[in-house]
T-cell receptor, first 113, second 111 residues
Framework: GENVEQHPSTLSVQEGDSAVIKCTYS??????FPWYKQELGKGPQLIID?????GEKKDQRIAVTLNKTAKHFSLHITETQPEDSAVYFC????????????FGKGTMLLVSP | DAGVTQSPTHLIKTRGQQVTLRCSPKSGHDTVSWYQQALGQGPQFIFQ???????QRGNFPDRFSGHQFPNYSSELNVNALLLGDSALYLC??????????FGPGTRLTVT
């Protein structure tokens, strides 16, 4: 089955800096890569996703890049704010036609004022 | 438009007992997936329901079972609870093969 590795496990940045979280996946059949933000005591919130037919997608301060050849994808957050502090999860979906996600182990992002 | 809702929020059970968790999907969604999230880990897929049938199942024992109702809501049942079943149980709904939206989860503690 699919295996998703996520790095780093923790990331501390100063407010205004950029943050980058990287993930690799094992199954070349995967074609959908979402990112979720999970705040303490809440469920994961979908913040951005990318499909395998594009290499980059941007939404305001958040962007995701995908390299299918290398089987890795990354989340980029610019101009970080304290409210960006949370655990971020990457995930991948194998192209089986079913919406089943395999998650990474998460990155705890701490943005200090 | 209400998002995905789950009940109860928290639950404490004793080893060997049985538990039922409930989920109502986002309006317009017909597919419900259940995940288990242990502390400090990413969500692990349990199973998915579509058209009242279990469509796919992850690597979980038969003690974990589910049901989907005609209104697309779903239940997760766990029998013969073990201490290791303590986790956050998440429900996610979707309407296509891609985006999944999660509920707030049910925190289950087994003592």
């Amino acid at each position: 089955g699919e295996n998703v590795e996520q790095h780093p496990s923790t990331l501390s940045v100063q407010e205004g800096d950029s943050a980058v979280i990287k993930c690799t996946y094992s199954d070349s059949a995967s074609n959908y890569f979402p990112w979720y933000k999970q705040e303490l005591g809440k469920g994961p919130q979908l913040i951005i996703d990318i499909r395998s037919n594009v290499g980059e997608k941007k939404d305001q301060r958040i962007a995701v890049t995908l390299n299918k050849t290398a089987k890795h994808f990354s989340l980029h957050i610019t101009e970080t704010q304290p409210e960006d502090s949370a655990v971020y999860f990457c995930a991948a979906k194998i192209n089986s036609g079913y919406s089943t996600l395999t998650f990474g182990k998460g990155t705890m992002l701490l943005v200090s004022p | 438009d209400a998002g995905v809702t789950q009940s109860p929020t928290h639950l404490i059970k004793t080893r060997g007992q049985q538990v039922t968790l409930r989920c109502s999907p986002k309006s317009g969604h017909d597919t419900v997936s259940w995940y288990q999230q242990a502390l400090g880990q990413g969500p692990q897929f349990i199973f998915q329901y579509y058209e009242e049938e279990e469509r796919q199942r992850g690597n979980f024992p038969d003690r974990f079972s589910g049901h989907q109702f005609p209104n697309y809501s779903s239940e997760l049942n766990v029998n013969a609870l073990l201490l290791g079943d303590s986790a956050l149980y998440l429900c996610a709904s979707s309407s296509d093969f891609y985006e999944q939206y999660f509920g707030p989860g049910t925190r289950l503690t087994v003592t």
